[in-house]
């Protein structure tokens, strides 16, 4: 099993959203930087478990806790041309984004990105590193049991 933490705009879809939408599951859309499709498509597993990020927000943090429930498959907004996430350059036979489906599993207090910089043992945490804009990002099982043990 592996962590990852997934940043979502609560204004888009917040931790709140998810437990409230049916099956209390959200397809993870949207997602436009190679390297964050990439965790997507080729490493992230069901099961894995998932800090869910509130960002671009007032008080950005880890909000919640889910887990990812399916396999990548082609993100379906790059071929709608209303979409904001249209891409001209995918085609159904050669899709160029993806996305998991998540989970909720439980609402956290939120721990912030000021309390999580806070702590010497999470100084190398991707999400706390100088430039990193990622919305995907893997979680190292030391920190995602220390960031546990605080929620």
């Known amino acids: 099993m592996r962590y990852w933490l997934m940043k979502s705009e609560p204004s888009d879809v917040s931790i709140d959203d998810l437990a409230s ?5 959200v397809a993870w859309y949207g997602v ?3 390297q964050a499709r990439n965790f997507m498509r080729d490493q ?4 894995d478990q998932v800090f869910f990020y509130h960002s671009s927000c007032p008080e950005p943090g880890i909000a919640g806790i889910a887990e990812v429930c ?6 379906a907004t790059q071929f709608d041309s209303g979409s904001k996430y249209f891409d001209p350059k995918a085609t ?3 899709p160029r984004w993806f996305n998991v489906d998540v989970r909720f599993v439980r609402k956290t207090r939120l721990v912030g990105i000021k309390e999580l910089r806070s702590h010497p043992q999470l100084a190398g945490m991707r999400i706390l590193q100088t430039g ?3 919305s995907i990002t893997p979680v190292d099982p030391a920190e995602w049991n220390f960031v546990r043990g605080s929620i």
């Open 21 to 25: 939408m049916p099956d209390q599951t």
């Open 32 to 34: 436009r930087n190679y």
């Open 44 to 47: 992230m597993r069901v099961g």
């Open 70 to 75: 399916k396999l990548a498959y082609p993100d």
């Open 92 to 94: 159904s036979q050669n």
């Open 132 to 134: 990193n804009r990622l």
